[in-house]
């Protein structure tokens, strides 16, 4: 019975065969976007009752779990692939009206070697930590940018870049929020003991905390200014998205590159090797740094941004296998922890190197 609800419906032969076969392509992708936006209704609904868990985790989790009960058919799945690609990517664009190059200025040069210094070990320790715990490379890529980065922004902007499975992005993000938790619930009470300032520990947080919920979260027990600091720190931080996902689409078209080689060798082009969503990223990036978009407008520019992701990440969750999930084991909680670690650890000795401790 399931079967025959998601056949098609035919159409009349011969009738207008080039609209006849457009029209059902767009049709197609309304059920299951139509489920998508009401599990990112719902998870928004959850992320703003709970601000530490947040509306991109909470869809994901919601998409898991009604995975679980009923795995969509036929009839959902243009939609909801639609969604975890497509929407996926303007949500990468979209973020890039939150951020801009004056803000790594606000900041100031010496806060930029411990962002700079706490992702390059991240992303050392992820290569190195993650190959000896046998994790796949792409699960490993996304644990690691999303620790080293800015959570499910950066995930939801590398995935398509290396053409990560869903499974790999379910698991990385919800790796990311575990350690996002035991960090809010830990990091206020690490810094009384270690005397920081409202300033320093705006810091820590930035470097250290992934996404923004989480950053707010940790700096506002701290107190006022060591929010408003850490939530710039992290926006800066997010602008590393960009180097990052130029150096892995290099590592990908090359890698493909070479295992396609046959006699001829192609040259690289450049232009093929930026994503289109980055290019987007890129332009919006530069038009917020101009000033063309109003403060005013930021708030809900930013809001728009999440529940893109959020709709995103819930087609992801929907698109979950969890056998392959459960495959998988608990080895990625581990590199999950040892990340956060050497994160935590790296950002506290870089701030005590540079004075900012």
């Not at 951020?99 to 070990?121: E, N």
């Not at 053409?163 to 830990?186: K, Q, R």
Request: hydrophobic share 55%; glycine share 12%; net charge positive.
């Amino acid at each position: 019975m399931s079967e025959d609800l998601d056949c098609p419906v035919p159409t009349r032969p011969e009738a207008e065969p080039t609209r006849a076969s457009s029209r059902p392509a767009m049709a197609s992708l309304v059920p299951g976007l139509a489920l998508v936006l009401a599990l990112a209704v719902a998870g928004t609904a959850v992320g703003k009752a709970f601000p530490l868990v947040g509306g991109p985790v909470a869809g994901i989790v919601l998409g898991v779990l009604l995975a679980a009960l009923k795995r969509p058919g036929a009839r959902w799945r243009p939609g909801i692939g639609f969604a975890s690609k497509w929407v996926l990517q303007v949500s990468v664009v979209v973020l890039g009206l939150q951020l801009s190059l004056p803000q790594i200025v606000q900041v100031g040069v010496g806060s930029l070697p411990v962002m700079i210094g706490s992702l390059a070990v991240c992303l050392t320790a992820a290569y190195g930590i993650g190959g000896w715990l046998g994790i796949a490379g792409d699960l490993r890529t996304l644990i690691g940018v999303g620790t080293g980065v800015c959570g499910a922004s950066a995930i939801a902007a590398t995935a398509p870049v290396i053409g990560a499975a869903g499974v790999e992005v379910a698991y990385a993000v919800s790796t990311i929020f575990l350690f996002n938790v035991a960090a809010v619930l830990t990091f206020p009470l690490l810094g009384h003991l270690l005397g920081m300032s409202r300033h320093s520990f705006g810091l820590f947080a930035g470097t250290a905390v992934n996404d923004t919920s989480s950053v707010v979260a940790a700096a506002t027990s701290y107190g006022g200014a060591a929010a408003d600091y850490a939530v710039v720190v992290k926006l800066t931080r997010s602008l590393m998205i960009i180097p990052i996902c130029l150096g892995l689409a290099w590592l990908v078209r090359r890698r493909d590159r070479a295992a396609a080689e046959a006699t001829a060798r192609p040259r690289l082009q450049v232009v093929k090797l930026v994503p289109v969503f980055l290019i987007g990223f890129l332009l919006m990036t530069t038009v917020n740094s101009l000033g063309v978009i109003p403060a005013a407008a930021h708030h809900g520019l930013g809001e728009l941004s999440v529940f893109l992701i959020t709709v995103a990440l819930s087609a992801t969750g929907l698109s979950t296998d969890l056998a392959a999930l459960r495959r998988t084991g608990p080895r990625p909680l581990v590199l999950g922890a040892c990340l956060w670690a050497v994160v935590s650890a790296t950002s506290l000795v870089l701030q005590l190197l540079t004075g900012s401790l």
